[in-house]
């Protein structure tokens, strides 16, 4: 006997991305149902490539009694309505909005890296999806964090355009497009000009000076693998489709050479170590897309510090980041605590 899971969001990237998963990895799901806006309301979209069609339901009238996991791909502010609702009904909630990320009652779950917080699920019914950086880096960082100790991490982020959605992803290939025949490309979604461009700039800005994607990465990574880890971080959109990228400076308690940290990456659950130090060895974002891992290249040891890394960090933000990551807190809920399918 499989679950019942709905798919919130089902139409939007992240959405489909999960539908495209949990066909993939053949989740153990006897009904699948897809929910989004009245606007989408009897739309049909594809279950991945399984040959099977959803059409899509009006979340305002939808029934979360007699499910059993809702995986939330839509912002805040419909997480903010719907996921309790969902909760109280008995549908466990796995949200991938930034509402719940540091409530303390509700677990903020990177399966390789703390899967045994999934327990404090029952406080609210409710898993947070981490921020789609956080997610990578911290998948990178915690087998080097078990074998000598992160102290400082600096982390300097590319972040592609559709972390911001299909506007973003949009905006990219209209003004490329634009610039190559001579038309207007004034920003509609981004602040500046995005294609042929990088802007150090994604959410709001706070009053220390630093944004709230960048004030993510530092509170979710203390929340994640270790409250005592200084984290400093400068998130940068940069004209790139889907993948994001991150330069990480770490320096650890203890002595790590750059040859046992590769090592050690090489064995770690979620990580794929392709650092040949030649021309082409190293992953790039388009190398990633479609992929599961997070990538790990560029391995060195920083002679600035005592103790200090240096890596290059590679992963689908569409999938570790967002729908891959909720898509196995759901195999982790289903195999630890729901244990419902066969």
């Given at each position: 006997m499989g679950y019942r899971v709905v798919v919130v969001g089902a139409t939007g990237n992240v959405g489909r991305e999960i539908l495209n998963i949990l066909a993939e990895r053949e989740f153990p799901a006897d009904e699948v149902a897809a929910v989004a806006s009245?606007?989408?309301?009897?739309?049909?979209?594809?279950?991945?490539?399984?040959?099977?069609e959803l059409k899509v339901q009006n979340i305002e009238h939808f029934n979360f009694a007699g499910w059993d996991i809702a995986l939330f791909a839509v912002g805040s502010e419909v997480s903010k309505i719907y996921a309790p609702i969902s909760a109280k009904a008995g549908c466990t909630v796995i949200d991938n909005s930034s509402l719940y990320r540091m409530d303390p009652d509700v677990p903020l779950i990177v399966p390789e890296v703390n899967p045994e917080a999934i327990a404090g699920y029952?406080?609210?019914?409710?898993?947070?999806?981490?921020?789609?950086?956080?997610?990578?880096?911290?998948?990178a960082l915690k087998p080097l964090h078990d074998a000598a100790k992160i102290k400082r991490v600096v982390v300097s982020t590319y972040q592609s355009v559709s972390g911001?959605?299909?506007?973003?992803?949009?905006?990219?290939?209209?003004?490329?497009?634009n610039i190559f025949v001579g038309d207007s490309n004034e920003p509609k979604?981004?602040?500046?000009?995005?294609?042929?461009?990088?802007?150090?700039?994604?959410?709001?800005?706070?009053?220390?000076?630093?944004?709230?994607?960048?004030?993510?990465?530092?509170?979710?990574?203390?929340?994640?693998?270790?409250?005592?880890?200084?984290?400093?971080?400068?998130?940068v959109r940069v004209p790139v489709f889907v993948g994001h990228s991150e330069s990480i400076n770490v320096e650890f308690e203890r002595e790590l050479?750059?040859?046992?940290?590769?090592?050690?990456?090489?064995?770690?659950p979620g990580v794929m170590l392709v650092d040949k130090r030649e021309d082409g060895g190293y992953v790039t974002p388009v190398e990633a897309v479609g992929e599961y891992a997070t990538f790990v290249s560029r391995v060195r040891e920083d002679p600035t510090v005592e103790n200090g890394l240096n890596l290059w960090v590679v992963s689908d933000n569409l999938r570790k980041g967002a729908a891959l990551n909720a898509v196995q807190i759901a195999e982790l809920l289903g195999h630890r605590h729901l244990k419902k399918a066969a």
């Open positions: 009245a606007r989408s309301t009897g739309d049909v979209i594809d279950f991945g490539d399984s040959g099977r029952t406080r609210r019914n409710i898993i947070a999806n981490p921020n789609c950086s956080t997610a990578q880096m911290v998948v911001a959605g299909k506007a973003g992803m949009d905006e990219l290939f209209e003004q490329s497009r979604k981004f602040t500046k000009q995005i294609a042929f461009n990088v802007i150090p700039h994604i959410d709001a800005f706070l009053d220390d000076g630093s944004t709230k994607e960048e004030w993510k990465m530092v509170v979710e990574t203390k929340k994640i693998l270790d409250p005592k880890i200084k984290v400093v971080a400068t998130c050479s750059a040859d046992d940290a590769q090592r050690i990456l090489r064995e770690a």
